[in-house]
């Protein structure tokens, strides 16, 4: 089973930024794409951003060039790097493992973690 541990959530104004990590461990397979989704009360699940193994990334529609999905092999951590900030992405976000690399694959989830809290008020 693969562990993943994410932090770097916080209360930001509109525009600031924020930098999340996502540290991963236990059963780890290079073949997995992972990534970030993200869950508002009341909404349906949005997957953010995913990367693959050779780095190749995909990003939600919302996200309109504002955040950076990277990763750290060596560290086998995750990052997103989320610029430009607005309230409407005030969210629980998740680092998740998925088989799928692309499309909806935030609706086909290996595992995930428990998730960190983004809050922008403006």
């Known amino acids: 089973q693969l562990q993943l541990v994410e932090s770097g959530g916080g209360s930001v104004q509109t525009g600031g930024s924020l930098r999340l ?6 059963n780890i397979y290079t ?15 949005e997957g953010v951003a995913i990367i693959d193994a050779d780095g190749g990334t995909s ?39 998925s088989r799928r690399c692309g499309g909806n694959w935030y609706m086909d989830i290996i595992d995930w973690g428990q998730g960190t809290q983004v809050t922008v008020s403006s």
């Open 31 to 45: 073949t997995y794409c992972r990534g970030w989704f993200r869950q508002a009360p009341g909404k349906e699940r």
């Open 59 to 97: 990003y939600g529609d919302f996200v309109e060039g504002r955040f950076t999905i990277s990763q750290d092999s060596a560290k086998n951590t995750l990052y997103l790097q989320m610029n430009n900030l607005k309230p409407e992405d005030t969210a629980m976000y998740y680092c998740a493992a």
């Open 21 to 26: 990590s996502c540290a991963a461990s236990g």
